[in-house]
């Protein structure tokens, strides 16, 4: 990945991609301290390529440095320019985007009172998050047996570098265990949300997902529920069981990666007929419009990098 052609946005200067190192004693790499985005760009039929969601994903990061205490160097103009300017510079038609908020090499101490606050945004392309037959048919998917973070363990509005330990064990877990994606639970054992994915659950026409406690605030997960309301789908934010999902007539995950995911099957048990669901396959194809251009509703969702 550090070894490629292109350019990385750099504490306000783009550099040469293999260039974009920092020193081994860098903070963040040691406590994990740090916030990140992951955005997406595609390329529409109307407005050629444009940034989904692009002001959502700024507000985001912004509010994840604001919680965890990190000044940032930059205003959001800058970082939404500087996301639009490495999509563009780096010539690419579709792309996934990482803009980073880290704390520099100047220091050490957990008290982290004189180091630097540093932002990289990097660009590349990545097509599908798991493979299209994924998206068509559904994945299997494993409780894991990680809680999800506690809201006074960790900071769940956050979307900070740290977290994602957790999100890596529970994935890993579910890998070996011959399913594509974990579901993680909250520490009162409800279901919160996927290693990087929002879930939710379909069951007599209406639609349930976790409320916001222990989950992070998807800007999919937003878009879904603009979408239901266009399409008079009724929606509750409720605490779900397992079992709930187990006989749930659908299930699908959202996220930036994993866009609308259905999942045919949670711990060994199918859900549904097994396959994606009528619900789930008409919000995948409004979602895939969406990003697409393919739509009228809501042309702010998509910002222009040329
Ligand atoms: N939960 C977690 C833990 C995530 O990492 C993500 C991906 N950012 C999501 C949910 C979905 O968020 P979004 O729809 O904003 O990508």
Redesign the pocket.
């Known amino acids: 990945m550090a070894d490629r052609d292109g350019l990385i946005w750099f504490d306000g200067e783009m550099i040469p991609w293999r260039d974009a190192k920092v020193h081994v004693l860098t903070h963040t790499l040691h406590y994990g301290m740090g916030v990140f985005?992951?955005?997406r760009a595609y390329n529409t039929e109307s407005r050629g390529t444009c940034i989904f969601?692009l002001q959502?994903?700024t507000d985001?990061l912004f509010r994840s440095a604001h919680i965890m205490n990190m000044p940032m160097p930059f205003d959001k103009a800058a970082i939404n320019e500087a996301q639009k300017q490495v999509v563009k510079d780096n010539d690419l038609e579709e792309a996934y985007l990482r803009p980073m908020v880290f704390y520099g090499s100047e220091g050490m101490g957990l008290r982290a009172d004189n180091l630097r606050t540093h932002v990289i945004v990097a660009a590349w392309d990545w097509p599908s998050y798991m493979s299209p037959e994924a998206r068509d048919l559904g994945i299997k998917v494993r409780c894991s047996s990680y809680t999800?973070h506690h809201v006074n363990i960790s900071m769940c509005k956050a979307?900070a570098n740290g977290?994602?330990i957790n999100?890596m064990l529970a994935l890993r877990e579910a890998l070996d265990s011959g399913c594509e994606e974990a579901l993680l639970l909250d520490n009162e054992g409800y279901v919160a949300?996927?290693?990087?994915?929002?879930i939710f659950i379909v069951r007599d026409g209406k639609l349930f997902t976790p409320e916001l406690t222990s989950?992070?605030?998807?800007?999919?997960?937003?878009?879904i529920f603009a979408f239901c309301q266009e399409m008079g789908l009724e929606l509750h934010e409720k605490r779900i069981t397992r079992d709930e999902v187990y006989v749930a007539d659908e299930a699908f995950f959202?996220?930036?990666?994993?866009e609308v995911l259905p999942i045919r099957e949670l711990d060994g048990r199918t859900i549904g007929a097994g396959e994606r669901g009528p619900i789930t396959t008409e919000l995948q194809t409004r979602y895939f419009d969406q990003v697409k251009g393919r739509r009228e509703q809501y042309p702010e969702w998509l910002t222009p990098v040329r």
């Open positions: 985005e992951g955005v969601r959502e994903h985001r999800r979307k977290h994602y999100s949300e996927g290693s990087g994915e929002n989950c992070l605030d998807g800007i999919t997960r937003g878009t959202t996220g930036t990666a994993a």
